[in-house]
Nanobody
Framework: QVQLVESGGGLVQPGGSLRLSCAVS????????MGWYRQAPGKQRELVAA???????SYADSVKGRCTISRDNAKNTMYLQMNSLKPEDTAVYYC?????????WGHGTQVTVSS
């Protein structure tokens, strides 16, 4: 069973930066892609950024130019660098890993952007 643990969330002022981390319990050849999702109060969970096993990345329009997704295979860790944060970025951020026909999820880390 793949286990994902997020960290790095917290309170930051508008314009500030955070780096979220997602630690994976073990390396898996079966993981096709990983990504970051977020869910704000009263809203559906949405994809923020994704990275494939080949290293291709994609981003939601709302974060393009402000966020960078990356991974460190040696540490079994995925990152989301978030810059120029806005109050609209406030949400619980979840790490996701996809295998064929199933997903794995972390428990989430809270990001609050407020002055």
């Amino acid at each position: 069973q793949v286990q994902l643990v997020e960290s790095g969330g917290g309170l930051v002022q508008p314009g500030g930066s955070l780096r979220l981390s997602c630690a994976v319990s073990e390396s898996r050849f079966s993981i096709n892609s990983m990504g970051w999702y977020r869910q704000a109060p009263g809203k559906q969970r949405e994809l923020v950024a994704a990275i494939t096993s080949a290293g291709s990345t994609s981003y939601a329009d709302s974060v393009k130019g402000r966020c960078t997704i990356s991974r460190d295979n040696a540490k079994n860790t995925m990152y989301l660098q978030m810059n120029s944060l806005k109050p609209e970025d406030t949400a619980v951020y979840y790490c996701n890993a996809k295998e064929f026909r199933r997903d794995y999820w972390g428990h989430g880390t809270q990001v609050t952007v407020s002055s």
